[in-house]
T-cell receptor, first 112, second 112 residues
Framework: DAGVIQSPRHEVTEMGQEVTLRCKPI?????LFWYRQTMMRGLELLIY????????DSGMPEDRFSAKMPNASFSTLKIQPSEPRDSAVYFC??????????FGPGTRLTVT | TQLLEQSPQFLSIQEGENLTVYCNSS?????LQWYRQEPGEGPVLLVT?????EVKKLKRLTFQFGDARKDSSLHITAAQPGDTGLYLC????????????FGGGTRLMVKP
């Protein structure tokens, strides 16, 4: 199995631009999680999908952030407009058991 | 204040030394997990503990879940440079479904 796939691995953009991060979960997993990791705040859960349906988005920082999961094999996290404080590593994780999560390699986002 | 407090935050030791990392909370958890994260990668699950008082061993790593299921520890015997990384504990609070809460992490460096 290829594991969780994220793209791009690195993204550098200017403030105000739209950023789209992509995730392909492990085949057969029915839960998908988006996290953000910074030195200051550690690993924070942004949003969680179960069977393609958003279950909890209380961690999404503000309306500039949105996430979709149109099917079981693809999810996006969009930031529009981006701001320098959004700079972080964004992880996608998937799970079949509900508790054990398998993380992707992350997307390092830098907003200048 | 994080739901899961990890200590120490940073640890730098010489190869061959023993160390213990702690993960504490005032809340009860259905289960606790330990992950290791290396630079440029996502966290990788090491172990899950479920039963209060449970002890699990993974080669030189020993994991313990507190009797009251509020805390956990990770002990590494004869640390090696390959053990270097960020160690994260994560748990599912009682009645929280399958949403993991992560501790702030312990950054371990083992010098040869």
């Amino acid at each position: 199995d290829a594991g969780v796939i994220q793209s791009p691995r690195h993204e550098v953009t200017e403030m105000g631009q739209e950023v789209t991060l992509r995730c392909k979960p492990i085949s057969g997993h029915n839960s998908l999680f988006w996290y953000r990791q910074t030195m200051m705040r550690g690993l924070e859960l942004l949003i969680y999908f179960n069977n393609n349906v958003p279950i909890d988005d209380s961690g999404m920082p503000e309306d500039r952030f949105s996430a979709k999961m149109p099917n079981a094999s693809f999810s996006t996290l969009k930031i529009q407009p981006s701001e320098p404080r959004d700079s972080a590593v964004y992880f996608c994780a998937s799970s079949s058991s509900g508790v054990v999560q398998y993380f992707g390699p992350g997307t390092r986002l830098t907003v200048t | 204040t994080q739901l899961l407090e990890q200590s120490p935050q940073f640890l730098s030791i010489q190869e061959g030394e023993n160390l213990t990392v702690y993960c504490n909370s005032s809340s009860v958890f259905s289960s606790l997990q330990w992950y290791r994260q290396e630079p440029g990668e996502g966290p990788v699950l090491l172990v899950t503990v479920v039963t209060g008082g449970e002890v699990k061993k993974l080669k030189r790593l020993t994991f313990q879940f507190g009797d009251a299921r509020k805390d956990s520890s990770l002990h590494i015997t004869a640390a090696q440079p390959g053990d270097t990384g960020l160690y994260l504990c994560a748990g599912v609070p009682n009645n929280a479904g399958n949403m993991l809460t992560f501790g702030g992490g312990t950054r371990l460096m083992v010098k040869p």
